[in-house]
C-alpha cells in the first residue's frame, strides 16, 4: 500500500521560506514520479511541481517557477519542496501524490485526473 507523509508546513512571514516533506513507503521508487498539489479556500486545485524518481525529469507551475525547488532523496524515500519567496498567495494546503512515472507533467496531469495516491496534505500559511 502506497503511504504519504507531508512535513513541513506551518505559518511564516512573507519572503520567508519552508522546505515541505513527503515521506514515501509501499512502492518501488525509480518506478514512480511524486507531485506537490495545492488548495486554496475557495479555489481548485492546482499542480505545484513534480519530480520523476527515475530521471529526476522536473515540473514547475508558471506560478512557482524560480521560487519553489522539487528534489528526492533516494536514500530517504523523501521529496522536498523548498519554497522560497513565500507570497500570501502561496497560502493553501499543500498535497504530494505519487503514482506511475509517465514523465512529470505527464504524472502530474494523471493525478489530477483521479490517478495514484495522495497524503492527507498540510496547511502553509503565509502572512502579509
Known amino acids: 500500500e502506497v503511504q504519504l507523509v507531508e512535513s513541513g508546513g506551518g505559518l511564516v512571514q512573507a519572503g520567508g521560506s519552508l522546505r515541505l516533506s513527503c515521506a514515501a513507503s509501499?512502492?518501488?521508487?525509480?518506478?514512480?514520479?511524486i507531485c506537490w498539489f495545492r488548495q486554496a479556500p475557495g479555489k481548485g486545485r492546482e499542480g505545484v511541481s513534480c519530480?520523476?524518481?527515475?530521471?529526476?525529469?522536473?515540473y514547475y507551475a508558471d506560478s512557482v517557477k524560480g521560487r519553489f525547488t522539487i528534489s528526492s532523496d533516494d536514500a530517504k524515500n523523501t521529496v522536498y519542496l523548498q519554497m522560497n519567496s513565500l507570497q500570501p498567495e502561496d497560502t493553501a494546503v499543500y498535497y504530494c501524490?505519487?503514482?506511475?512515472?509517465?514523465?512529470?507533467?505527464?504524472?502530474?496531469?494523471?493525478?489530477?485526473?483521479?490517478?495514484?495516491?495522495w497524503g492527507q496534505g498540510i496547511q502553509v500559511t503565509v502572512s502579509s
Open positions: 519530480i520523476s524518481l527515475s530521471d529526476g525529469d522536473t
Open positions: 501524490a505519487a503514482a506511475g512515472d509517465g514523465g512529470a507533467i505527464a504524472t502530474m496531469w494523471a493525478l489530477d485526473a483521479g490517478a495514484g495516491s
Open positions: 509501499g512502492f518501488a521508487w525509480h518506478d514512480y514520479a
